[in-house]
């Protein structure tokens, strides 16, 4: 790993020094506030820290010496929030990266991935997903690993997103349905293993691939200012929830909570691995689609690309329409459930419901307003998840949060 960023910088004043020591209790909260693009200057970044402009301008001195954000203070640059000229902030274009890594049932996907969600560079990988965690985790560390090589970018830390309910603390994929690996397999514990065998430094962690999705819209995507923001998510198969509540992931007592795939949709339909039928999980999903639609899941492209470009491309044919809207039922269905036990003041949809919801948005909107008690009563706004790689951008924020939390300590 390169770079280096030295918190004692030669050359402050004392009078900075001592600004700083008031303020550096503020530095992760105006990191944060910089990372999530709720300071775009340093008057927002005063306001919204409540403190003086003197200390403001301390931390955001501090974090640029640290590598982390960007401070500009050229004549010209935007007006603040009395109308004065303010510097910008931003993160640091440079600056370092977490390890993001991605398995799902159709193979791998590395990525570095910088402060603001920025995606800085991926890899996808293809392949059988072997039914050893290590050996498909070995994969996607050592293609992170190119990454950082070719980059050059110092790395804080590394974050897994798995198909899978993750169960804590020990960091167990509990049902990796979709993947041959063990149940229970401790997913965590091997990605560590992979990291530091790759000689990688900083934390590691794993979790549940739709719950980081909807972390990662939280902070950068479709769910920014929302309170309560409920998510649903296809893979490539299956279904997922997630629930963020004041800005952070309600995971339930041990990290397995909003295992929405498995809410009943269709009574009689179609067997499902949990041993229950008509789930959510295999009415709503790519296969589902495919199957819905007569079309054979082709080898060439995965299960979600197939059917996504399908709806896309094809929403002329009948039967492709067909199969839209019965999968856009069966979800406004599920939908309304949740609607009536959360009282979400958004939702947004991920994988192929958010393609189902630019298909056919009023349809879906309808079912939920018809089908749940507060659905009617008020709307509720459904969105499709904005980023790219949300999973991804999710597990990099896992590996930035002990640097969001206390940047010196994290970084020095
Ligand atoms: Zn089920």
């Given at each position: 790993?390169?770079?280096?960023?030295?918190?004692g910088?030669?050359g402050?004043?004392?009078?900075?020094?001592?600004?700083?020591?008031?303020?550096?209790?503020?530095?992760?909260?105006?990191?944060?506030?910089?990372?999530?693009?709720?300071?775009p200057?340093?008057?927002?970044?005063?306001?919204?820290?409540?403190?003086t402009?003197a200390?403001?301008?301390?931390?955001?001195?501090?974090?640029?010496?640290?590598?982390?954000?960007r401070?500009?203070?050229?004549?010209?640059?935007?007006?603040?929030?009395?109308?004065?000229?303010s510097?910008?902030?931003?993160?640091?274009?440079?600056?370092?990266?977490?390890?993001?890594?991605?398995?799902h049932?159709?193979g791998?996907?590395?990525?570095?991935?910088?402060?603001?969600?920025?995606?800085?560079?991926?890899?996808?990988?293809?392949?059988?997903?072997?039914?050893?965690?290590?050996?498909?985790?070995?994969?996607v560390?050592?293609?992170?690993?190119?990454?950082?090589?070719?980059?050059?970018?110092?790395?804080?830390?590394?974050?897994l997103?798995?198909?899978?309910?993750?169960?804590?603390?020990?960091?167990l994929?509990?049902?990796?349905?979709?993947?041959?690996?063990?149940?229970?397999?401790?997913?965590?514990?091997?990605?560590?293993?992979q990291?530091?065998?790759?000689?990688?430094?900083?934390?590691?962690?794993?979790?549940?691939?739709?719950?980081?999705?909807?972390?990662a819209?939280?902070?950068?995507?479709?769910g920014?200012?929302?309170?309560?923001l409920?998510?649903?998510?296809?893979?490539h198969?299956?279904?997922?929830?997630?629930l963020?509540?004041?800005?952070?992931?309600?995971?339930?007592?041990?990290?397995?909570?909003l295992e929405?795939?498995?809410?009943?949709?269709?009574?009689?339909?179609?067997?499902?691995?949990?041993?229950?039928r008509?789930?959510?999980?295999?009415e709503?999903?790519?296969?589902?689609?495919?199957?819905?639609?007569?079309?054979?899941?082709?080898?060439e492209?995965?299960?979600?690309?197939?059917?996504?470009?399908?709806?896309?491309?094809?929403y002329?044919?009948?039967?492709?329409?067909?199969?839209?809207?019965?999968?856009?039922?069966?979800?406004?269905?599920?939908?309304?459930?949740?609607?009536?036990?959360?009282?979400?003041?958004?939702?947004?949809?991920?994988?192929?419901?958010g393609?189902?919801?630019?298909?056919d948005?009023?349809?879906?909107?309808?079912?939920?307003?018809?089908?749940?008690?507060?659905?009617?009563?008020g709307?509720?706004?459904?969105?499709?998840?904005?980023?790219?790689?949300?999973s991804?951008?999710?597990?990099?924020?896992?590996?930035?949060?002990?640097?969001?939390?206390?940047?010196?300590g994290?970084l020095?």
């Open positions: 790993m390169s770079g280096n960023a030295d918190p910088t030669p402050k004043g004392t009078t900075t020094r001592a600004r700083l020591d008031r303020g550096r209790g503020a530095l992760g909260p105006a990191l944060e506030l910089v990372h999530t693009g709720r300071a200057t340093r008057a927002v970044l005063t306001a919204e820290l409540g403190v402009r200390t403001a301008g301390a931390v955001a001195a501090e974090l640029e010496a640290l590598g982390l954000i401070v500009d203070a050229r004549p010209g640059a935007a007006a603040g929030s009395q109308g004065r000229p510097h910008r902030l931003a993160v640091a274009e440079d600056g370092p990266v977490a390890l993001a890594a991605q398995v049932a159709d791998f996907r590395a990525a570095l991935v910088g402060l603001g969600g920025r995606i800085v560079a991926t890899t996808p990988g293809c392949e059988v997903v072997d039914a050893d965690p290590a050996k498909v985790l070995g994969s560390v050592a293609a992170g690993a190119e990454l950082l090589r070719e980059t050059g970018r110092r790395c804080v830390g590394a974050g997103a798995v198909p899978s309910a993750v169960a804590e603390p020990e960091g994929a509990l049902n990796p349905l979709h993947l041959a690996w063990p149940a229970g397999a401790p997913v965590r514990e091997i990605f560590t293993e990291v530091r065998a790759a000689g990688l430094d900083g934390p590691a962690f794993a979790a549940n691939d739709v719950n980081l999705a909807a972390l819209e939280h902070r950068h995507g479709a920014r200012g929302s309170r309560d409920l998510c649903v998510a296809t893979g198969r299956g279904v997922g929830g997630a963020v509540l004041d800005g952070r992931l309600h995971s339930g007592s041990s990290g397995l909570a929405v795939g498995h809410l009943p949709v269709s009574s009689g339909g179609r067997p499902c691995h949990c041993g229950s008509g789930c959510l999980d295999v709503t999903d790519p296969l589902a689609f495919l199957t819905a639609a007569g079309r054979a899941p082709g080898p492209v995965s299960l979600l690309k197939h059917a996504d470009t399908l709806i896309r491309e094809h002329d044919d009948p039967a492709v329409r067909a199969a839209a809207e019965s999968l856009i039922d069966r979800l406004g269905l599920g939908l309304a459930g949740l609607v009536n036990i959360l009282n979400p003041d958004r939702i947004i949809l991920g994988g192929l419901h393609t189902l919801l630019d298909a948005p009023d349809r879906l909107r309808a079912v939920v307003a018809d089908r749940s008690l507060w659905g009617r009563s709307s509720v706004p459904i969105l499709p998840c904005t980023l790219a790689h949300n991804l951008v999710g597990a990099a924020e896992l590996a930035w949060q002990p640097v969001l939390d206390d940047p010196l994290a020095a």
